[in-house]
């Protein structure tokens, strides 16, 4: 199982931004799969993650309204579309994916993508 993150960068408040997470090794269907991040002085945390079992999406209540995961089965990359982007989604953004996966938290979930910045600033 691999992932790789990318499309990161640094973005002024209120702009926008796609994460890609190209995947290999499984098959996203069968794989709990989600965004993470971790801002620095804090815990790594969930922003986005889709139950494979039951087909439901998680977001944080943080960024409700404004990011939207997404899967193309086809070519197997998982993306985050971000809107209306903040200061405080500063952070290292990772992709993450787990067999199970009950919980969109990252004890929940056992395989990792390097990360990509995200810096919201003017």
């Known amino acids: 199982v691999q992932l790789q993150a990318s499309g990161g960068g640094l973005v002024q408040p209120g702009g926008s931004l796609r994460l890609s997470c190209a995947t290999s090794g499984f098959t996203l269907d069968d794989y709990a799969i989600g965004w993470f991040r971790q801002a620095p002085g804090k815990e790594r945390e969930g922003v986005s993650c889709?139950?494979?079992?039951?087909?439901?999406?998680y977001y944080a209540d943080s960024v409700k309204g404004r990011f939207t995961i997404s899967t193309d089965n086809v070519k197997n990359i998982l993306y985050l579309q971000m809107h209306n982007l903040k200061p405080d989604d500063t952070a290292v953004y990772y992709c993450?994916?787990?067999?199970?996966?009950?919980?969109?938290?990252?004890?929940?979930?056992?395989?990792w993508g390097q990360g990509t910045q995200v810096t919201v600033s003017s």
């Open positions: 993450a994916a787990d067999s199970y996966g009950v919980e969109c938290h990252p004890d929940d979930y056992d395989f």
């Open positions: 889709i139950d494979r079992h039951d087909g439901s999406i």
